[in-house]
């Protein structure tokens, strides 16, 4: 149980364009989800926790109008990153759980190429 | 002083060891406390989870915990080379969590 799947797991595009990114708990509904920014051999940043129904909260330094994030329904949240640059080139994970104090799961995350 | 620590390695050790990964906290607030583990190019993986000072057992993995010295540990019994990955530890309050760096493990056959 627990599966959270998340899509593409690789996309590469041109610079200027919007990339969005799924993430789907596949076997439970998770009242929040939360994605991550991971750089080679860094740990992973929390960028924004995400609530079904209502606005994301957004981490310091992190620009809620590149990086825009919905979350409609208890299964499915989505993160947008609009105009994307090669400096937003990274790994992005996301995770989910039923509720605090209960471990989160992961998704196998999108690695986001920006040529 | 960074919240969590962890010492990244890497770690090289040979197969049948037994593997001692390790962080430390700063923040007394924190309730509970993750091991996952990280395949290149995957997403984390959990295999411990706890909340109490103790220890936890899980088949070759023991997940300790020692809060007035705000120290966690990760023991790997019998190391075999498929648990060559990196091990983050994750120590939470409310719904945040906060990742070590990692260590990298590697066992060699």
């Known amino acids: 149980g627990a599966v959270v799947s998340q899509h593409p797991s690789w996309v590469i595009c041109k610079s200027g364009t919007s990339v969005k990114i799924e993430c789907r708990s596949l076997?439970?509904?998770?009242?929040?989800m939360f994605w991550y920014r991971q750089f080679p051999k860094q740990s992973l940043m929390l960028m924004a926790t995400s609530n079904e129904g209502s606005k994301a909260t957004y981490e310091q330094g992190v620009e809620k109008d590149k990086f825009l994030i919905n979350h409609a329904s208890l299964t499915l949240s989505t993160l947008t990153v609009t105009s994307a640059h090669p400096e937003d080139s990274s790994f992005y994970i996301c995770?989910?759980?039923?509720?605090?104090?209960?471990?989160?799961?992961f998704g196998d995350g999108t690695r986001l190429s920006i040529l | 002083q960074k919240e969590v620590e962890q010492d990244p390695g890497p770690l090289s050790v040979p197969e049948g060891a037994i593997v001692s990964l390790n962080c430390t906290y700063s923040n007394s607030a924190f309730q509970y406390f993750m091991w996952y583990r990280q395949y290149s190019r995957k997403g984390p993986e959990l295999l411990m989870y706890?909340?109490?000072?103790g220890n936890k057992e899980d088949g070759r993995f023991t997940a300790q915990v020692d809060k007035s010295s705000k120290y966690i540990s990760l023991f790997i019994r019998d190391s075999q080379p498929s648990d060559s990955a990196t091990y983050l530890c994750a120590i939470g309050s409310n719904y945040k969590l906060t990742f070590g760096k990692g260590t990298l493990l590697t066992v060699n056959p």
């Open positions: 995770s989910a759980y039923t509720g605090p104090g209960q471990p989160q799961h």
């Open positions: 076997d439970f509904q998770a009242t929040t």
């Open positions: 706890t909340y109490s000072s």
